[in-house]
């Protein structure tokens, strides 16, 4: 069965140091996800991209988060410097397309980032 | 980021039992759903509804769309242990925009 795949499945890292995750979404899947998941609360979208295009980074925190998708395929997303506020469960999606319909969204494992 | 209120916060029943949890927004949507997040895991899919007023089932799952566009509830019939994890609400419109959670432990 076709599954998004991550890693690092956990990541723990010093506040100031550059952490970077990666996502491969499910094949033929156009439109990949970036979402940020703090304990306790749910997913919020931090990045969206449509094959390799982003069409959605307006929750991006762009001082010190980047995301690519150069070949319109896998993902990475960075952090750079890591904060102690970024800990959280860093998850990815895909789905087929996009648009103002909802196509169901299939998410990945996540990365479980610590920053101490 | 905006969340959309998500109630109970969570819930411990006996297993059997039936749960109810609804979720409500300030905002209209056009697609309600709710997922399901085990530990360390993302969310699945659960149930989508696509119109207001829709009740849709998934087995022993039964969601609906509310007629206001602004809330949605799921009720899970006779709870069994595997139905341990915490539920999510979303409402889409241009993006996801997901509710707080409800964390259901059953015991047996």
């Known amino acids: 069965e076709a599954e998004v795949a991550q890693s690092p499945r956990y990541k723990i890292t010093e506040k100031s140091q550059a952490v970077a995750f990666w996502c491969d979404p499910i094949s033929g899947h156009a439109t990949l996800y970036w979402y940020r998941q703090i304990l306790g609360q749910g997913p919020e979208l931090l990045v969206q991209?449509?094959?390799?295009?982003?069409?959605?980074d307006s929750q991006l925190p762009k001082d010190r988060f980047s995301a690519e998708r150069l070949k319109g395929v896998d993902s990475t997303l960075k952090i750079q410097p890591a904060e102690l506020g970024d800990s959280a469960m860093y998850l990815c999606?895909?789905?087929?397309?996009?648009?103002?319909?909802?196509?169901?969204?299939?998410f990945g494992p996540g990365t479980r980032l610590t920053v101490l | 980021g905006q969340q959309l209120n998500q109630s109970p916060q969570s819930m411990f029943i006996q297993e059997g039992e039936d749960v109810s949890m609804n979720c409500t927004s300030s905002?209209?949507?056009?697609?309600w759903l709710w997922y399901k997040q085990d530990p360390g895991e993302g969310p699945v899919l659960l149930i989508a509804l696509y119109k207001a007023g829709e009740l849709t089932s998934n087995g022993r799952l039964t969601a609906q769309f509310g007629i206001t566009r602004k809330d949605s509830f799921l009720n899970i019939s006779a709870s069994i242990p595997s139905d341990v994890g915490i539920y999510f609400c979303a409402g889409f419109h241009d993006k996801l925009i997901f509710g707080t959670g409800t964390r259901l432990q059953v015991f047996p």
């Open positions: 905002s209209i949507f056009n697609t």
């Open positions: 991209f449509q094959d390799e295009s982003v069409v959605d």
């Open positions: 999606a895909s789905s087929m397309t996009s648009g103002s319909s909802y196509n169901e969204q299939f």
